[in-house]
Every structure is written in structure tokens, then in C-alpha cells.
T-cell receptor
Framework: GAGVSQTPSNKVTEKGKYVELRCDPI?????LYWYRQSLGQGPEFLIY????????DSGLPNDRFFAVRPEGSVSTLKIQRTERGDSAVYLC?????????????FGPGTRLLVL | GEDVEQSLFLSVREGDSSVINCTYT??????LYWYKQEPGAGLQLLTY?????DMKQDQRLTVLLNKKDKHLSLRIADTQTGDSAIYFC????????????FGAGTQVVVTP
């Protein structure tokens, strides 16, 4: 497809479980971003990749959260020992580069519910 | 950290103009953005403005930037029911390549 895709669209898990969320960016986009959006809030930055490397992971809330982008395209956000407070919509975005005027194109998000 | 603040709700009649306001605190912000989010859909970039500009117009959208007061506004002319959505203001600082800081969003409801 032409846009950013994310799978799954919805994920329900139990407290303490491990989850993986996947993002397929727009082809050719070198920059990829993860954000988290809680109910009634704006997206909150988690991490961004330039190519395969994490250029800024300052938004990851703790060491239960980890993200990879091994081949510079698809990225996976991994959450260990999930907690109820992790419930949110996880948004992925990509752009041609991280330069200021480059548009970040967002995917539809993965809605995570931790019971 | 820096905050981006927006009013939470705006109700407007169809055909009127809507004005959504935003204030930001990071004086090093270089780009300021307006995104639209409709239910069940991803964030859609509407427009952006570079910090050395004070106005940008794009069809029905007008962005005004007051850098001295760190105030950004989005005006939608001839508001339509399809404009009902949540609108987010976001900033990107010079030293934060890639990272956008979003406000909490303004819910715009357009009534017939």
C-alpha cells in the first residue's frame, strides 16, 4: 500500500505479558517514529530511527519498552511485562528524512488494551 | 519539558469560520504543525509553518504565528461538517530532529 501500515490494529493482552507491535513505513522513507496516544491526549514521542539506528529514544518510558528496525524498513515496538498503564494507541509515522519540513505520515495505530 | 497548550473544545456553525488556538513554550521551535484526527483514522498533516514566517494560507486554511507571544492559530474558512475532528498543534525544536511535541488537541464540532 501507499501509506504507513500497522499491525495488529487491536491487541488485548493480560498484565505481565509480552507484546510486539509492527510498523511498515512508506517505501523509501528513512526516518521512522513511534508515538503513544493515551485517551484524550495528544501523541507522545517514544523513539525515532534514522535508517537502522535509534537516533533518539528519549521518550521510551522505561526499560520494558524496546524498538528495533534491523533492515531500515519495518520496525517492531516490543513491550515486556505489560502493565495496565501501557494501554493506549501506539502510532507509527515515517518521513523521507528527519529534516524540519519533511512531513511525518502517520499510520492508523495499534490500540493496545492491557487487562 | 516544553509544553504545547490548546483549548479543548470548539463548537462552530456550518459556513462560519473556525479559529483554533495554540501556545507553545520552546523558543527554539523551528517548525509548527497542524494535524487533523478523525475517529478511527490516523493523523493527517493539514499544514505547517516555518518560524521565520508569520502567516501561511492554503485554500480554506490560514495559519498565523506570533513568535513573540509563542502563539499559533489555525483559521478554517467556511467550516463544513467534514471539518469535525480533533485538531492537534505540534512543534519541532531545532535540536530535536524528528521529534514532534503535540498539544492535547482541540475537538471541533460543526453544527448544521
Amino acid at each position: 500500500g501507499a501509506g504507513v501500515s500497522q499491525t495488529p490494529s487491536n491487541k488485548v493482552t493480560e498484565k505481565g505479558k509480552y507484546v510486539e507491535l509492527r510498523c511498515d513505513p512508506i517505501s523509501g522513507h528513512t526516518a521512522l517514529y513511534w508515538y503513544r496516544q493515551s485517551l484524550g491526549q495528544g501523541p507522545e514521542f517514544l523513539i525515532y530511527f534514522q535508517g537502522t539506528g535509534a537516533a533518539d529514544d528519549s521518550g521510551l518510558p522505561n526499560d520494558r519498552f524496546f524498538a528495533v528496525r534491523p533492515e531500515g524498513s519495518v520496525s517492531t515496538l516490543k513491550i515486556q511485562r505489560t502493565e495496565r498503564g501501557d494501554s493506549a494507541v501506539y502510532l507509527c509515522a515515517s518521513s523521507l528524512s528527519p529534516r524540519g519540513g519533511e512531513t511525518q505520515y502517520f499510520g492508523p495505530g495499534t490500540r493496545l488494551l492491557v487487562l | 519539558g516544553e509544553d504545547v497548550e490548546q483549548s479543548l473544545f470548539l463548537s462552530v456553525r456550518e459556513g462560519d469560520s473556525s479559529v483554533i488556538n495554540c501556545t507553545y513554550t520552546d523558543s527554539s521551535s523551528t517548525y509548527l504543525y497542524w494535524y487533523k484526527q478523525e475517529p478511527g483514522a490516523g493523523l493527517q498533516l493539514l499544514t505547517y509553518i516555518f518560524s521565520n514566517m508569520d502567516m501561511k494560507q492554503d485554500q480554506r486554511l490560514t495559519v498565523l504565528l506570533n513568535k513573540k507571544d509563542k502563539h499559533l492559530s489555525l483559521r478554517i474558512a467556511d467550516t463544513q461538517t467534514g471539518d469535525s475532528a480533533i485538531y492537534f498543534c505540534a512543534e519541532k525544536a531545532t535540536d530535536s530532529w524528528g521529534k514532534l511535541q503535540f498539544g492535547a488537541g482541540t475537538q471541533v464540532v460543526v453544527t448544521p
